[in-house]
T-cell receptor, first 111, second 111 residues
Framework: SQTIHQWPATLVQPVGSPLSLECTVE??????LYWYRQAAGRGLQLLFY??????ISSEVPQNLSASRPQDRQFILSSKKLLLSDSGFYLC??????????FGQGTRLTVV | SQQGEEDPQALSIQEGENATMNCSYK?????LQWYRQNSGRGLVHLIL?????REKHSGRLRVTLDTSKKSSSLLITASRAADTASYFC???????????FGQGTRLTINP
């Protein structure tokens, strides 16, 4: 069966520090991969999505970047965190035209 | 940018009553999906309705889709306290292979 792993669960980072959040999927090949951010009590903002290795689309120009070094690995990065980068980050995967499966999320607090 | 808009933003009802949430969207879709999120957790898929379908049932859930009005509704019948959560609609955008979420409806079931 397919599983998705996202870590860490919580992270407190100082302003100006780098960020790396990792997401891996098991049990499927060539998934569509997504990074979302959710502010408290709000909806999910699509940050990046990828339909294949080296095929990454950015939805919102900002302080973050994404990479997909392997078919089932999706990484969200920042060189220098801002206070406004705080939030709940969710990784998800889908097949083509299928439902999304989410990781448990990473709560990032930038201090 | 956000595609789906849920209505209402918050809904509070008594246990045993039915809960109805609505979603409107802007562009052509492959399918529309509904998800549930308990506080601070990842999202869980509830039901998917394809663009050529008009109604779908799953247990106590009933989803309708009107592509001419670009709208969908989620009905939860005989609500239970455990149904308390946030509910989101998501649209699989035609031609883009990306899944875009709305702002959600926060549902509270009072015992």
């Amino acid at each position: 069966s397919q599983t998705i792993h996202q870590w860490p669960a919580t992270l407190v980072q100082p302003v100006g520090s780098p960020l790396s959040l990792e997401c891996t999927v098991e049990g499927t090949s060539n998934p569509n991969l997504y990074w979302y951010r959710q502010a408290a009590g709000r909806g999910l903002q699509l940050l990046f999505y990828s339909i294949g290795i080296d095929q990454i689309s950015s939805e919102v120009p900002q302080n973050l970047s994404a990479s997909r070094p392997q078919d089932r690995q999706f990484i969200l990065s920042s060189k220098k965190l801002l206070l406004s980068d705080s939030g709940f980050y969710l990784c998800a995967w889908t097949g083509q035209f299928t439902e999304a499966f989410f990781g448990q999320g990473t709560r990032l607090t930038v201090v | 940018s956000q595609q789906g808009e849920e209505d209402p933003q918050a809904l509070s009802i008594q246990e045993g009553e039915n809960a109805t949430m609505n979603c409107s969207y802007k562009t052509s879709i492959n399918n529309l999906q509904w998800y549930r999120q308990n506080s601070g957790r990842g999202l869980v898929h509830l039901i998917l309705i394809r663009s050529n379908e008009r109604e779908k049932h799953s247990g106590r859930l009933r989803v309708t889709l009107d592509t001419s009005k670009k709208s969908s509704s989620l009905l939860i019948t005989a609500s239970r306290a455990a149904d308390t959560a946030s509910y989101f609609c998501a649209t699989d955008i035609q031609g883009a292979q990306k899944l875009v979420f709305g702002q959600g409806t926060r549902l509270t079931i009072n015992p």
